[in-house]
């Protein structure tokens, strides 16, 4: 595992170097199948990935849920302010302590001093870029699944014909 902080990381799958490095290496595409662990999941039987809206009450459990639907179903990939702050952390960012009164296990306070982070840009790239990819994934958004006006914004992302957009 690598982590930068503050970077951006351009990573070059293809199967030649972008530029010459002027020396030999082998790209990825050319990596030992000893050294590589290819994770695959089943294509639907209708070409159709799900974006699925769970629709909950706030505070009744909802990320309980979450958890034991991921545990089942690891295909699916999980787009939420929970996730953002586990990858942030994870990546060495410093997060001050929150204030107990304004605790939201929906839309936590980002806090972490990256206008990008805390103004919840980076979740609207992430969620942009999730409905072009081809797998399934949780729109964990409670408040924004329970209201169809946001919800009617959010399903608008994934309009695409590899989804099937499921509130339920």
């Not at 199948?33 to 799900?50: C, V």
């Not at 629709?55 to 909802?62: A, I, S, V, Y």
């Not at 939420?80 to 410093?94: C, E, P, Q, T, V």
């Not at 107990?100 to 805390?118: C, K, T, V, Y």
């Amino acid at each position: 595992m690598v982590t930068f902080k503050n970077m951006t990381v351009q990573v070059n799958f293809g199967p030649e170097p972008l530029v010459d490095l002027g020396f030999k290496c082998r790209m990825v595409n050319d990596a030992a199948a000893a050294d590589t662990t290819l994770t695959e999941y089943a294509t639907p039987a209708d070409g159709k990935y799900e974006a699925l809206f769970p629709l909950f009450l706030p505070d009744e459990g909802t990320f309980h849920w979450l958890d034991w639907f991921l545990g089942k179903n690891p295909e699916y990939a999980e787009i939420s302010d929970r996730k953002i702050i586990d990858w942030a952390m994870k990546s060495g960012l410093f997060r001050p302590r929150r204030d107990a009164n304004r605790l939201s296990n929906d839309r936590p306070e980002m806090n972490f001093g990256i206008a990008h982070l805390d103004d919840g840009s980076v979740k609207e790239i992430l969620a942009t870029a999730a409905a072009m990819q081809e797998r399934n994934v949780v729109v964990m958004e409670i408040q924004g699944n329970m209201i169809q006006k946001d919800r009617a914004a959010i399903l608008r992302r994934f309009n695409t014909p590899h989804f099937r957009r499921v509130a339920k």
